[in-house]
């Protein structure tokens, strides 16, 4: 009798699916419900104090109520954008070597160990490092050097970026298929032209997801911009001065002993996580909207 005739077994494998199926779902909701919890608290403790003073004005000093952390918000984008800048573009160089250039290599091994070792380095001796590097030293002749800046800030963050977005970028450009690489090289265009226009292209959708992945990991770092920026109390766009930061306000107001400052923490963790989902969110309609192709 075939097996697909037999009752019995067909009762089994539809409670299997049925069990696996349910067990799969639980999986999601477990991994949903954290965030959903974190939110929820957000909101419920931060939404109230989510007004427009909050985006226009500047911390008042200790005792006078209302204020707002514009200058904490302008100054997050300004550090990100400096470390995406220096990170980025360094992270998809690298994982091009890798790839591409340097297969099997001496030191392509090294740097993929020296990748892999600083995605688990904490974030806090990150931010010593960088402080024993662009901080501490007394130079006359390279005027970021020596002092607390918005310019070393964004060098810590983009550091922290450059393994994340190296790995992430190898992994997507080898998984484009060999004959992608060899229609091109057959045609007689040059192998770093290849490269550039027609592998990265292709892998271009997960490069973009691992750059976000990258961004919305030192969106809320503090201890490296405790190091290096320092923060601010005024507006400061001078990247050789300190500036202000979201998650510096946010732990300085935390640790405070001022109910009105443990109000605007609230909202500012409530708007740097909205501001992160957001930005990965936008980030990952656009890139859904490719798909990375090739042939086996």
Known sequence: MPLSGNPIRSKIRAATDNAVTGLAILATLLVIAPL?????YLIYKGASSVN??????IPKPVGEEG???ANAIVGSAVLLALGTIIGVP???????YLAEFGRGTKLANAVRFTADVLNGVP???MGMAAYALLVGPQVSW???LGHFSAFAGGVALGIMMIPTVCRTTEEMLLMVPHAVREAALGLGVPNWRSVLSITVKTASPGIITGCMLAFARVAGETAPLIFTALGNEYWSLDLNQP??????????????PYDEWHRLAWAGALVLIVLIVLSVSLVRYVTSRGVLKGAS
Do not use: E, H, R
């Open 123 to 125: 974030s806090i001796v």
């Open 90 to 96: 360094v992270g998809i160089g690298g994982g091009i």
């Open 142 to 144: 390279l005027p970021f």
């Open 52 to 57: 427009l003073d909050f985006f226009t004005k």
């Open 36 to 40: 959903l919890a974190i939110f929820g």
């Open 67 to 69: 204020g707002g952390m």
């Open 243 to 256: 500036i202000a930061a979201l998650p510096l306000q946010i732990y300085k107001y935390a640790l405070s």
